[in-house]
Each structure stands twice: as structure tokens, then as C-alpha cells.
Nanobody, 124 residues
Framework: QVQLVESGGGLVQAGGSLTLSCAAS????????MGWFRQAPGKEREFVSG????????YYADSVKGRFTISRNNRKNTVTLQMNSLRPEDTADYYC?????????????????WGQGTQVTVSS
């Protein structure tokens, strides 16, 4: 089992940057592919980015490609989402999630464990 805790959200102006972190407990963290999702008010949860167990493969939604960077540290049991050039449409609650699937998936149902979320607000 994996417990996930996100941090790093906040209020930022458009064009600014934030770094989201997800700390995982449990000795099996390195066996899980990790993903970041977001959910804006009134909208469905959507895939933002994912990373393979080794960190060698990363995936991004088209809306964040070139602006966000995902990384993981299996020694420290952390996954990070560096968000640059933020836009008002990036405003949402951001969730870290862990999946036992060896391949990164963009569907929330593929992820077994979720953090409580961290709020990101981008002002125009």
C-alpha cells in the first residue's frame, strides 16, 4: 500500500512557476508508475503527466507539454511536477496518484492510490 501527500500548491500570477511535490510512504514506491492529475471546478479529473517506474519515460497532456516537467526520486520516494509558464486555465486541484500498471496510463481508474490534492490558482 502507498500513502501519498502532495504539497507546493498556491496562488501565482500568469507566467509564473510552481513546483508540486508528492511524498510517498511505503517500501514499494519504486514499483509504481506515478501520475499527476488535475480537476477544475465543474470539470472531470484529467491526466496531466505520468512517469514510469524507472523515471526513464515521461508523458504529458498536450495542454502542458513544454511547460511542465515530471520527475521522480525512488530513493526519497518523491515525485515532482515542475510547472512553468502557468496560465489561468491551469487553475485546479492537483492530485498525485500511483498505479501498479507497468505502463503509464492517462485514465484515473488505472490508479489505485491517490493523495488528498493541492490547490493551484493562476491569476490573470
Amino acid at each position: 500500500q502507498v500513502q501519498l501527500v502532495e504539497s507546493g500548491g498556491g496562488l501565482v500570477q500568469a507566467g509564473g512557476s510552481l513546483t508540486l511535490s508528492c511524498a510517498a510512504s511505503g517500501r514499494t514506491f519504486s514499483r509504481y508508475t506515478m501520475g499527476w492529475f488535475r480537476q477544475a471546478p465543474g470539470k472531470e479529473r484529467e491526466f496531466v503527466s505520468g512517469i514510469s517506474v524507472s523515471g526513464g519515460s515521461t508523458y504529458y497532456a498536450d495542454s502542458v507539454k513544454g511547460r511542465f516537467t515530471i520527475s521522480r526520486n525512488n530513493r526519497k520516494n518523491t515525485v515532482t511536477l515542475q510547472m512553468n509558464s502557468l496560465r489561468p486555465e491551469d487553475t485546479a486541484d492537483y492530485y498525485c496518484a500511483a498505479s501498479p500498471n507497468p505502463y503509464v496510463r492517462s485514465v484515473p481508474s488505472e490508479y489505485d492510490y491517490w493523495g488528498q490534492g493541492t490547490q493551484v490558482t493562476v491569476s490573470s
